[in-house]
């Protein structure tokens, strides 16, 4: 006999029960209930003990306890959002754009910026003061119910010394099932000559025309630096990066997806993909050694000035006296670099 079926099916019916009670807009307490998941362990104790003794082989229902395990963590997550689904508006995407933030910079010299989940876009001010324009978005959702999420997740402007701290406060619940529903995009406007980070769980990052960029980070999404200088340091876990008519170092890593950069070199370069290709497009009086990897790909370069040792996945020289440093390494891609007169915001070559 198999000790714990009973205890299984008992328990999927009551969790069952209790998602259905969720979508019936009860998921604030129900979500509560799942704090009482010992109970399904009395469960399975009292059924060793009462039924464990019979006679012939016992055989304890491994597959059912492991179905409860899984429907018990699925349980927080339903009834979270289960609440907050306009089950009328399936399909659809409530936008609101909320009042801008002005703060005057002052003593500001650095800018950060921080969302869990949405876009991150920074640009140049036209009045050189500091806005932020905060766009509240969610899936399956009405403007009413949009409006009253927006209440539980304030955007803050914080001091930090000289830097000025833009940030999205999510609470728990929240960041429990923003990749599904709710998301905040950042458009920030700033004196260009301001110090530029931004960090982002989930969402897109664009800087685009401002002149001391440092660490862009998003755990999954593209990043895009247009028109910009600094010592860019981008990083993203999942997505690609594209930098164009950018002047100084950069260093861009990508687990996955293709990088693409054109520019200046003022200081070193390394890029790195675990799984994409890269693109370069530099200006033929550029003055670096290069260092150019590859584990699964071609390697194209012009030959000349790209004229020291070539391996089959290895190219090592020096170009112009060798100023700077010049490190590609993917490891599941090809690599190429084009020369061109100038450097281009749009990426074209001429």
């Known amino acids: 006999m198999r000790v714990g079926r009973a205890t299984t099916g008992v328990s999927l019916i009551l969790i069952g029960?209790?998602?259905?009670?969720?979508?019936?807009?009860?998921?604030?307490?129900?979500?509560?209930?799942?704090?009482?998941?010992?109970?399904?362990?009395?469960?399975?104790?009292?059924?060793?003990?009462?039924?464990?003794?019979?006679?012939?082989?016992?055989?304890?229902d491994w597959g059912g306890a492991i179905l409860v395990v899984v429907a018990l963590g699925l349980l927080p997550i339903f009834s979270f959002t289960d609440g907050r689904i306009n089950w009328n508006a399936i399909g659809k995407t409530a936008s609101i754009s909320a009042e801008s933030r002005v703060r005057d910079p002052g003593d500001f010299t650095s800018l950060r910026v921080q969302s869990a989940n949405g876009d991150i876009e920074i640009s140049p001010s036209t009045d050189g003061k500091?806005?932020?324009?905060?766009?509240?978005?969610?899936?399956?959702?009405?403007?009413?119910?949009l409006r009253q999420e927006m209440e539980k997740i304030p955007v803050h402007l914080q001091e930090n010394g000289n830097q000025l701290i833009v940030q999205v406060e999510w609470?728990?619940?929240?960041?429990?099932?923003?990749?599904?529903?709710?998301?905040?995009?950042?458009?920030?406007?700033?004196?260009?000559?301001?110090?530029?980070?931004?960090?982002?769980?989930?969402?897109?990052?664009?800087?685009?025309?401002m002149d001391r960029v440092g660490r862009i980070h998003t755990s999954n999404g593209e990043i895009v630096l247009q028109d910009s200088a600094g010592e860019a340091d981008l990083d993203t876990s999942n997505?690609?990066?594209?930098?164009?008519?950018?002047?100084?170092?950069?260093?861009?890593?990508?687990?996955?997806?293709?990088?693409?950069?054109?520019?200046?070199?003022?200081?070193?370069?390394?890029?790195?993909?675990?799984?994409?290709?890269v693109r370069l497009t530099l200006p033929p009086s550029g003055s670096y050694a290069y260092d150019l990897r590859t584990g699964n790909g071609s390697i194209d370069v012009p030959d000349p000035p790209f004229s020291g040792n070539k391996g089959d996945d290895h190219?090592?020289?020096?170009?112009?006296?060798?100023?700077?440093?010049?490190?590609?390494?993917?490891?599941?891609?090809?690599?190429?670099?084009?020369?061109?007169?100038?450097?281009?915001?749009?990426?074209?070559?001429?």
């Open 17 to 60: 029960i209790i998602l259905l009670l969720g979508m019936s807009g009860q998921g604030e307490w129900v979500a509560k209930l799942h704090k009482f998941w010992p109970l399904i362990l009395v469960g399975y104790g009292l059924e060793m003990l009462f039924f464990g003794r019979k006679e012939g082989p016992v055989r304890f």
């Open 130 to 145: 500091i806005t932020v324009i905060p766009t509240y978005r969610m899936a399956m959702a009405d403007e009413e119910s």
């Open 171 to 209: 609470t728990k619940d929240q960041l429990f099932f923003t990749p599904f529903m709710t998301s905040v995009d950042l458009k920030v406007y700033a004196p260009k000559g301001m110090k530029i980070e931004g960090e982002s769980g989930n969402g897109k990052i664009a800087v685009v025309g």
């Open 239 to 277: 997505g690609k990066i594209v930098v164009t008519g950018y002047k100084g170092s950069l260093n861009a890593k990508t687990s996955n997806g293709s990088i693409e950069a054109g520019g200046e070199m003022t200081g070193a370069w390394s890029i790195y993909t675990s799984n994409g290709s």
């Open 315 to 350: 190219y090592q020289g020096v170009v112009n006296g060798g100023q700077f440093p010049l490190t590609v390494d993917t490891s599941n891609g090809s690599i190429r670099i084009t020369l061109t007169d100038r450097a281009s915001s749009t990426g074209a070559t001429w």
